[in-house]
Structure formats: C-alpha cells, structure tokens
C-alpha cells in the first residue's frame, strides 16, 4: 500500500481508530462526556478526510476495497447519519442506569462495518464487513440488558443473522466454486465470457447471495426479525439498524448486482421482483394491525425497502440516481422520527404506543412538527424529501416501463397511509381546551438530540423543495459506480 | 412577481398566524385578515391591469408570468402564469378565503393559531393549483392543500372528523398518485419523443402518443380531477368530509377544492389529450348526469342541512363535467361561470349552516322549524341563497347552468334532457330546504340572534356577486373568453385534421365566439 492507498482510507482508517481510542481511553478513564468527544471528533475527522480521499478517487485499494465516487457519497452518508445517532444516544443514555461509555466504540464499530461494505468489491471484504457490522449490532440490540425486550430481540437477531450470514457464506462458496473468483468485477467478466448464469450451482450460490442480504435489508420473506428487533433495541440503536446497517447493504447490492448486470438474468429479476411486490404489501398491510410505533415504522420500513427495489430493477438511466435520492430521504426521515421517539422514551420505557403521542402538539409543538414531518415525509407528501424520493422512483419506474410494479407502489403507499395518518391524527387530538385532565409525561430534553432533530427535519424541508444541489451531488456518485 | 406574492403572502401570514396566538388570542384572526385582504388587493389589481382579456401573444392568453429554474436536472421550473381563467379562480380563492376566516371568527376556540396556519396554507396551496403551468409544480401544489385540508377536518369537525378526513385523504391520495404516474408517463414519452425532459405545460402539449397509451395517461388525470369534482361513482369521500368539517372547512371544500377539479379538466385532461378525451367525452358526460340527478335526488332525502348542501354540490359540478365534455364556447363558458357561482352560492350556504349551528347546536332539519319569525335577516339569506343555488334566472348559477345546457343541447340531446331533470329536482330541495327549516311552527321555540354584523358583512358581499353574475356577467365572460379561445385553440391545433365533432369540431367551426 503507498500513500494514496493510505489516503483513500483514511475516513475508514479514522472510524476504526476512534474506536480504539474511545474503548482504551474507557479502561483509564470512565466519562460519558469524554468519550462522546472523542466519538464524535473521530467521526467529524472521518468525514473531514473524505475530501482527501476524493482527490484519489476513483482507487482501488487492495483486491479487497474501492474507494471511488459512489463509495464516497455512501461514506459520507453513513458518517452523518452516525453522528446523528450518536447525539441522539447522549440523550437517551443520559437517562438510562448503568454505563453507557462502551455504547459508543460498538457504535463507531459497527459504522465501520458499515463502511467496508459500500467499499467493498470483494466477498471477502463484504463478508468481513457485514460481520463487523452484525456483531456489533448485537451487543448494541441488547446494550441495555437489564431489560427483557432488548435482551430478546437481541438474541433473536443474534440467531437469525448468524445464520443468515451462514447462507451467505455458503452462497458466496458456491460462486467460487463455480467462477475460480470472489472479485465483483471477475465474477462480472467471467460470466460475460460465457459461463452464463445459467449453471445451477451458480444459480444456488446467487439464490443463497440474495437470502443473505435481504436478511439484511428486512425485505420479505426475510423480514421476520425487523418487528421484535425494531421495537426491542434502544430508540437511537433501532435507527442505527435502520439506516447505517440497511443503507450499507443497499449500496453493496447495487454494486454487486449492477456492477456484474446479475439483475438482468431472468430469473434473479424475478426473484427480486417478488421480493419487491411481497416487501410492498406485507409491509404496509401487517402496519396496519400495529398500535406500537416502533413496530409500525418496523413495518413501513419493510415496504420501504420494497419501494427501494422497484427502483434498483427499473435499472434505468435514473436509478442509481433515484435508490440513493431516495436513500438519503430515508435516512433523514428514519433518524428524524426514531430521534423523536428517543427523546420522547425515560429511563423506564420507550414512548412506542400511539397513545403516547396523543395530544403531543400541543404540548410541543417543535417536536411534534419535526415528528410530523417525518411521518409525512415516509408518506411521501410534498415539502419534504420522501415525496421527492418516491417521485424518483415512480420517474426511474416509468422509464423503464415497469408500470405493473409502479401501480403496486402506488396503491400499495395508500394503504400505508391509513396507518401513517393514525400516527399524525393522535399527535394533533386532543386539542388544548380538551386535554386539560392528561397528565403529560415530565421531560428533560437533551439539547443535543433537540439539535439534531431539528437540524434533520431543515434537511428533510430542504431536500424537499430544493433538491437541485444534493442532485448534482448524486449524480456524481452514480456516474462513479 | 405579483404571482409568488399571490402565494407567499398567505404561506407568510400562516406561520405568523400561528406564532401570534401566543401574544393575543385574535392576532392570528386578524393577521389572517389582513394578509388575505392584501392578496384580494393583488388580484384586483391584476384584474383591472388586464381588463378585458387582451393579449400580447395571440393563442397564448397568459397576462403575466414567472418562470425560474428549480430543478434543472429534472427539467422542472418554478413556472407560475395567469391567464383570465387562473385570475377568476384565484379572485374566488381569496374572496372566499375571507369569508372561511370571517365564519370562523367565533366557532374555533381551540388551537385557533394552527387552524389559521393551515387555512391559509390551503389556500396557498390552492392558489398555487390555479397558477402551476410546470406538472411537477403542479403535482406539489395539488398535495400541498391536502395536509391542511385533513388537519381543518381532523382537528376542528364534528362528531365523525376523523372518519370524514381519513376517507377524503386517501380518496384524493390514491387518485392523485395515478396522476402521478400519468405525469411521469407524458414526461418520459416526451423524452422519448424530443430528447428533451421537460414538465413545462406548454413544453408538453402536442406531444405525440400513440391512442392506447394517451387513453390511460388521459385517465390517470382525470381520475384525480374526478374524485375531487366530484363524479359520481367516486364521490362518496364528499358528503362525510363536508358534513364532519367545520364551517370553514366546509366553504373550503365545496367552494374551492372542487374548483380544482374541473380546472384540472380545463387546463390538463383535454388540452394535454384531446383525441382521447375526445373519445371519452360520452362516458364523462353520461357519468355528469349520473351525478347532476343523483345529487340532486339524494339532497332531497336528506334532513341533515349541511349533508344536503353537500349533495347539491355533486349535482352542480355534475354541469361543470357535463359543460367541461361539450367542449364548445358556450358550454365553456357556462361552465367556468357554473363554478364561480357554485363557489359563493355553496360557500354561502354552508356559512349560513355554520351560523346556524353555532346557535342552535344542531343541523338536523327536524329540530329547526319556525326560524323566519326569529331571525328574519338569517332566514332572508338562507332563502336568497337557497334560490341561487336552484338556479333562479337573475343570479349567477342560473347562467352557468343555463349556458352548459345550450352548449350541450348542440352536442347531445339526450343528455341534456336529463340534464334537465336535474334542475328540476334542484328547487325541490330548496324549497324543501326553506320551507323545512324556517317555515312552519316553531315547536322548540328557538329563540336565538339574528345574524351579527360581522356575518352581515360576509354574506352581503356574496350576495351582490351572485347577482352581478346573474345580471351582467359580460364582464366576466371578457375576463376568462381569451383563456378559454386559447385552450380551444391548443386542442382544435392538434386533432386539426382528425375526424371530428364535440371537442374538436366545435372549437374549429365557431373559433371560440361568445354569445
């Protein structure tokens, strides 16, 4: 490696290295203070030196890692969206009982991971990285292990990821068994030169691919753990499951998937068209029969990732262009209202039922509109970026003329708004005149997560009405994969 | 620039409407007020710079327009025009805009800062319908009034709010996202067809699509302008959303966001896709008169005052489908004056139903009775505008109606007979509306107030317009003819030499001459 390789990796290099500082300087010095310094000075470096790794970019960094423009952006996403947790878990820890120090080098850990993932171009690599981000993501499921359900969900994801790791692991082998190679864009030449997907070994290998990282995403029938785990884990870690970990993964299938044109083989196209349709469905109608908040964005998030892969097989000019708009809005939405929730949830429970939002807008207000905007914006109304995002992807779906899959898309989001609207009409009743007897429940807001949320709802307003520079942004990084 | 103020303005007022209740309770009745007072102000003043409809480009019929770049990359511009039929809808928008906040100077205790934001942000957003000329403008603007409009239910209406608002959303959401689809379905096929990616309204007409696909894209449109309308198989969302809304809510929906409906048809369905408009044309006016009979027929069986009023308006708006499908200048323009007049005589009635409900706490007719002794000057009104909404030569529904009718006796005899029924029906349920709810003895003995100044002074206005409408609606008809002569113009272009009759052949034969 010579110094541009050292360059191109210094964001991943920085994250690692804030873990181990972070995680040494506990040993010495316990402070909740300190090491969120350190935490968040590791990180604002991280995403300093994406600057520096541009001016390398597009590079190839061993066999195993790229860094190039679409790494980029993924990179600068993640790290963002990292320190949006970050200062979401200061508060939500802060009111909790016992240590909350070690929470942040799993933090930083499994951001890491989340980080070789979008610059892996390697199975190696991908594997390595998908398991720094898994492991992780365990301890930080069940951090808070005197309570039953994180204790819980923890465990079922420990169980159902390692084995979908196992699937993948096996599906990985069969494709070296088959190619001689374990390099994304080998994998692409050799099947090009007429090995064809057509074998089934290699057939089997792609199907058990594709089960492991649909685990993963939380896309049906892969999403049985999205539920339990979404409502057991800690407000701030479920939106660090639902973005860093999702998100990540998305960008690898992007760069496998499109990277090798694997997604025009018939029959992988139709393995992800019906993930996409059951994501769809299943997710916006089991929302329905949900009165736990965390459950019901578990769910909207399913179909979510559902709408993601309309996208991902319109395969258009636009849709690289539209997955990661539309990733971004999520982001942005996903870490906006799991960051209300936090800062809504004490030291005793979450604030997951609808009936802990009713009236809440007039107690409020600030919160309640930022909380709003996020659940309009999964919605996919206008001023914020979720319409924008679900307009790419209708656009990138009807230029590719995949309008079977844009009408289910279409119908399928109004039946999510059923549940959506039952979120925001209990946060407006109960109008002040009428809630005089509610007890409303006494909170200390942490002025850090007040800050980021709000700081995430002008995002979400900004992306919203004047997307023209994130586009051009976009852009960029698309043309790079 | 007059056009971003035309939106600004209430967007602004909103947000300082809301912050106001803090500091005194009327602050954000009266910044309300005020702001739009200055938006009538502006549009007045639009109106009397381009009296008369003249235009500097022939066929193209905007008096004023802005049109910057938003997003370049999509093609989209922030691309606001006016043109004689934008202006009067918008006039209606602010005219009853007062009149929502006026009604409600009394009824909203609760939340009364929230309840002034999201009025005025309807409006806005309403405002910005009439306006948008770029699709995607367009398509932000027709959701942008929907989140108010379900707040102005959900939060402040009666007994059912949450049922009515539910149902009405997701009514127009799922309609509103097939025109999304059929949005984005013109704009790649106008890629494909020029290379070029545009949502600018004018970019897009004449582009050419094959028949089959230009019947779905025409469909996807019209659905979403026919839920709002409404029409009848999909108007169901209506009578709960106008019953269950407040009193301003009510004078909202039936006064204005229907509007956006039919002007959806004016300015999208038939310009953007005349041949297969053209083909749908006897579907859509078969299903007007559907509408116009059955309203009227169900209004009749109704006791609750505002669910009556409520079907009254699937009736009217029956005639603006009706007259938009007939597609010739008479036809046009009765129905544009249809629904201005619609707009103050509807809105009216729901005021009056409003006032009425705030004294007596209740809508049903049965309870009422007697009232004419007790509050004459309120009974005088609800009598007045009871006979404009059945179409009583002299006031402005009489006109549009009168005007959709011969305008579709050119077309269709059949129709318009039945049509004709229609009308009929209508001054039974005034009548009945009248006489069940003021006449007779007043076995309650209400006794109650008789309307307020303030109230005076909202209904008083709306009664001269209808009777101007009714009287001398010349200068409205020279307001919105060179709009309507450049529509006319855009569709006889394209189908140009296509067999013809209805739609096309009446805008080529009589070139867009009034009466």
Not at chain 2, 124 to 141: C, N, R
């Amino acid at each position: 490696m010579n110094g541009a390789d050292w360059t191109a990796l210094l964001p991943l290099i920085l994250t690692g290295g804030a873990a181990i500082v972070a995680m040494v300087l506990i040993a010495v010095h316990r402070s909740h203070g300190l090491t969120l310094g350190v935490t968040l000075l590791g990180l604002v470096l991280a995403f300093v030196a994406l600057r520096p790794a541009a001016s390398v970019a597009p590079l190839q960094v061993t066999p195993l890692l790229i860094v190039d423009d679409f790494a980029l952006f993924y990179l600068g996403m993640i790290i963002i969206a990292c320190i949006a947790v970050v200062l979401l878990c200061h508060g939500y820890f802060a009111k909790c009982e016992g240590h909350a120090e070690e929470l942040y080098v799993l933090l930083l850990l499994a951001t890491l991971g989340s980080e070789i993932l979008v610059t892996s171009t390697h199975f190696v690599s991908f594997f390595l990285g998908l398991e720094i981000l898994s492991v992780a993501l365990y301890a930080l499921t069940a951090y808070l292990h005197t309570r039953a359900r994180p204790l819980e969900a923890g465990i079922k994801y420990l169980v159902l990821a390692a084995s979908s790791a196992a699937f993948l692991l096996f599906g990985m082998a069969l494709v070296y068994a088959e190619l001689g190679t374990m390099q994304f864009r080998d994998i692409a030449d050799r099947i090009a030169l007429g090995t064809g997907l057509h074998g089934a070994v290699l057939l089997a290998g792609a199907a058990l691919l594709i089960t492991g990282i649909g685990f993963k995403l939380g896309v049906v029938p892969f999403h049985l753990w999205t539920p339990d785990v979404y409502e057991g884990a800690p407000a701030p870690v479920t939106a660090f499951v639902a973005t860093i970990s999702k998100g990540g993964m998305f960008a690898l299938l992007l760069r496998f998937f499109y990277g090798n044109g694997g997604y025009r083989v018939p029959s992988i196209y139709l393995v992800f068209t019906i993930i996409a349709v059951a994501s769809m469905l299943v997710g916006n109608l089991l929302a329905l029969q949900q009165r736990n908040v965390k459950r019901i964005l578990a769910y909207s998030s399913i179909a979510h990732f559902g709408y993601l892969l309309v996208a991902f097989l319109a395969a258009g000019a636009f849709a690289v262009q539209a997955v990661t708009f539309y990733l971004v809005a999520y982001f942005i939405t996903t870490l906006g209202a799991f960051g209300v929730i936090a800062m809504l949830s004490d030291g005793e429970r979450e604030a997951d039922d609808v009936d802990d939002y009713r009236g809440l807008f007039w107690r409020r207000p600030m919160l309640a509109t930022v909380f709003t905007l996020m659940i309009l914006s999964l919605a996919g109304i206008p001023i914020t970026a979720g319409f924008l995002g679900k307009f790419f992807i209708i656009a990138a779906g009807a230029s590719a003329a995949v309008w079977a899959l844009i009408i289910i898309l279409a119908v399928t989001s109004v039946i999510g708004l059923f549940y959506y609207l039952r979120i925001v009409i209990a946060v407006f009743s109960a109008l002040p005149g009428e809630a005089e007897g509610m007890q409303p429940r006494v909170l200390s807001l942490s002025a850090a997560s007040a800050g980021t949320v709000i700081v995430l709802a002008v995002l979400l307003v900004w992306f919203g009405v004047y997307p023209a520079p994130i586009l051009n942004l976009i852009q960029v990084a698309a043309g790079g994969l | 620039m007059i056009l971003v103020w035309l939106i600004g303005i209430p967007i602004v007022a909103g947000v300082l409407a809301w912050a106001g209740e803090k500091w005194r309770a009327d602050a954000s009745r009266w910044i309300s007020l005020v702001a739009l007072c200055a938006d009538l102000v502006l549009a007045l003043i639009l109106w009397a710079r381009h009296h008369g409809g003249v235009t500097l480009v022939p066929n193209v019929a905007w008096f004023t327009e802005v049109n910057w770049l938003w997003i370049a990359r999509w093609g989209a511009h922030f691309h606001l025009a006016m043109d004689g039929l934008s202006l009067l809808l918008v006039l209606l928008t602010v005219v009853l805009g007062i009149i929502s906040v006026l009604a409600s100077w009394r009824e909203i205790q609760d939340g009364t800062g929230f309840f002034h934001l999201n009025l005025l942000w309807v409006l806005a957003g309403i405002t910005g319908v009439f306006l948008a000329e770029d699709l995607l403008l367009f398509y932000f603007f027709w959701e942008m009034m929907l989140i108010p409009m379900y707040f102005l239910i959900a939060i402040w209406g009666h007994e059912r709010r949450v049922y009515a608002a539910t149902k009405f959303f997701l009514f127009t959401q799922l309609s509103s996202l097939l025109m999304l689809i059929a949005i984005l379905g013109l704009y790649v096929l106008h890629h494909t067809a020029t290379g070029m990616w545009t949502f600018d309204y004018p970019a897009l007409i004449g582009t050419p699509l094959p028949p089959n696909t230009a019947m779905f894209l025409m469909l996807g449109f019209f659905v979403a302008f026919a839920v709002k309308l409404p029409v009848f198989p999909l108007h169901t969302w209506l009578p709960d959303a106008h019953t269950e809304a407040s009193t301003a809510g009510s004078i909202v929906l039936a006064g204005l966001l229907l509007k956006t409906g039919g002007y959806g048809m004016l300015r999208f369905v038939v310009p953007l896709f005349p041949e297969a408009a053209h083909r749908f044309a006897p579907v859509a006016m078969v299903l007007a008169v559907i509408g116009i009979v059955y309203g009227a027929l169900m209004a009749l069986g109704q006791s609750d005052l505002k669910r009556l009023v409520a079907y009254t308006s699937v009736s009217h708006l029956g005639f603006v489908l009706l007259g938009i499908f007939a597609w010739n200048s008479l036809a046009l323009q009765g129905a544009v004056v249809a629904m201005l007049a619609h707009g103050f005589s509807t809105g009216a009635l729901f005021a009056l139903v409003g006032a009425l409900q705030e004294r007596t706490h209740t809508r049903e007719m049965d309870r009422l009775g007697g009232l004419w002794a007790v509050v004459p000057r309120l009974s005088g009104a609800a009598l007045f505008f009871a006979l404009a909404s059945m179409g009583l030569p002299g006031l402005g529904d009489f006109i549009g109606e009168f005007l959709v009718l011969l305008g579709t006796y050119r077309e269709h005899l059949g129709v318009t007979i039945v049509a004709v029924i229609g009308i009929l029906a209508s001054t039974f349920y005034a009548l009945q509306l009248v006489q069940r709810a003021f006449h007779g003895p007043n076995a309650r003995h209400w006794s109650i107030r008789d309307l307020l100044p303030r109230e005076i002074l909202m209904l008083a206005p709306m009664m001269l317009i209808l009777l101007w409408l009714g009287l001398w609606p010349q200068p409205v008809l020279d307001t919105f003819r060179p709009a309507m002569a450049a529509l006319q113009h855009t569709v006889s272009r394209q189908v140009g030499s296509a067999p013809t009759s209805g739609i096309t052949g009446e805008a080529v034969a009589r070139g867009g001459g009034g009466p």
